[in-house]
């Protein structure tokens, strides 16, 4: 499957965002927020590689789209990263050509992200992506579906969100667009990079009203296994309605202590809960992708 464009980027992004909410189970935020996108993308949730000789696939399928100037999931990047240095050589030069003559926000965060990931030393890149992140943990929007009595979301747009829109003159698809897609991409991406330097950003984000914002955040702290940030991400859940604090609290599955394993299974529900921790005895990394 291929998709050019914009499209292709809010694609990208929110196959990986799905990916993760696919597992703690929030059909009604799927057949809401996303009603057309659903079934492929868990189609392609499917389709993930796993094994040493469909990594070796996925790594050449990567390297041979960014040749062609596109790629499709991170999976492939963080398994260049993790498994084939000589692959790094053949593809930073590539992305970073890409980077100067791309003029799309999203691609070149999405490619500076990967960038950094690969450990390209030049200041550029993680700087773009610090300059897209800020604004997402700074955001100050009400989450986009009303949230009920009991902590869990509707099918109802928030009237709060949509005065907000009005207010930053957006209309309610434009707002939906920056809250689903771009925020929470930019704090994927900065997370993405696996650079300590993403800490104190990723902390604040945990603030976010927009629950997509603070489970980047919390995945992102604990792929970079900041055992200091597990006691902020119980705090954060704490303070979450229950839908969002089941989505921030799956991270706590990749922290050991007690405390942390105490609020998993406070937070996150059976099957979900079982889920989350085959995801991480098979070797996904808390942000979903498979090195």
Same mark, same amino acid.
């Given at each position: 499957?291929r998709?050019?464009?914009?499209?292709?980027?809010?694609?990208?992004?929110?196959?990986?965002?799905?990916?993760?909410?696919?597992v703690?189970?929030?059909?009604?935020f799927i057949?809401?927020?996303?009603p057309?996108?659903?079934?492929?993308?868990?189609?392609?949730?499917?389709?993930?590689?796993?094994?040493?000789?469909?990594?070796?696939?996925?790594?050449?399928n990567?390297?041979?789209?960014?040749?062609?100037?596109?790629?499709?999931?991170?999976?492939?990047?963080?398994?260049?990263?993790?498994?084939?240095?000589?692959?790094?050589?053949?593809?930073?030069?590539? $992305?970073?050509?890409?980077?100067? *003559?791309?003029?799309?926000?999203?691609?070149?965060?999405? @490619? #500076?992200? +990967? &960038? !950094?990931?690969?450990?390209?030393?030049?200041?550029?890149?993680?700087?773009?992506l610090?300059?897209?992140?800020?604004?997402?943990?700074?955001?100050?929007?009400?989450?986009?579906?009303?949230?009920?009595?009991?902590?869990?979301?509707?099918?109802?747009?928030?009237?709060?969100?949509?005065?907000?829109?009005?207010?930053?003159?957006?209309?309610?698809?434009?707002?939906?667009?920056?809250?689903?897609?771009?925020?929470?991409?930019?704090?994927?991406?900065?997370?993405?990079?696996?650079?300590?330097?993403?800490?104190?950003?990723?902390?604040?984000?945990?603030?976010?009203?927009?629950?997509?914002?603070?489970?980047?955040?919390?995945?992102?702290?604990?792929?970079?296994?900041?055992?200091?940030?597990?006691? $902020?991400?119980?705090?954060a859940? *704490?303070?979450?309605?229950?839908?969002?604090?089941?989505? @921030? #609290?799956? +991270? &706590? !599955?990749?922290?050991?202590?007690?405390?942390?394993?105490?609020?998993f299974?406070?937070?996150?529900?059976?099957?979900?809960?079982?889920?989350?921790?085959?995801?991480?005895s098979?070797?996904?990394?808390?942000?979903?992708?498979?090195?």
């Amino acid at each position: 499957m291929r998709i050019e464009g914009k499209k292709a980027v809010m694609f990208r992004v929110s196959n990986h965002l799905l990916r993760q909410w696919i597992v703690c189970g929030c059909a009604t935020f799927i057949s809401v927020a996303l009603p057309a996108w659903a079934a492929s993308l868990v189609q392609v949730q499917g389709q993930t590689d796993s094994g040493s000789s469909a990594k070796v696939n996925r790594i050449e399928n990567t390297i041979a789209d960014i040749k062609e100037g596109k790629f499709f999931l991170l999976d492939g990047i963080e398994a260049i990263a993790v498994t084939a240095p000589s692959g790094r050589a053949d593809v930073i030069p590539l $992305l970073e050509a890409q980077f100067g *003559s791309n003029q799309d926000i999203s691609e070149k965060d999405r @490619i #500076a992200g +990967s &960038l !950094v990931r690969l450990g390209d030393k030049d200041d550029t890149y993680w700087s773009f992506l610090v300059a897209q992140a800020i604004p997402a943990a700074e955001d100050d929007a009400p989450f986009f579906l009303r949230v009920d009595e009991k902590g869990k979301m509707t099918k109802e747009p928030s009237p709060d969100f949509l005065k907000w829109a009005a207010d930053h003159h957006l209309s309610a698809n434009q707002a939906f667009e920056k809250e689903f897609t771009e925020e929470p991409g930019a704090i994927l991406m900065l997370a993405f990079a696996q650079d300590a330097r993403a800490i104190p950003i990723l902390r604040r984000a945990l603030a976010s009203e927009n629950f997509l914002i603070a489970s980047e955040a919390a995945k992102g702290l604990a792929d970079l296994g900041d055992k200091d940030s597990a006691p $902020l991400i119980i705090e954060a859940c *704490s303070k979450a309605p229950a839908d969002a604090a089941t989505q @921030i #609290a799956t +991270s &706590l !599955v990749y922290f050991d202590s007690q405390a942390a394993k105490r609020a998993f299974d406070l937070y996150v529900p059976e099957p979900y809960a079982s889920m989350a921790r085959k995801g991480r005895s098979d070797g996904q990394t808390a942000l979903g992708s498979i090195p």
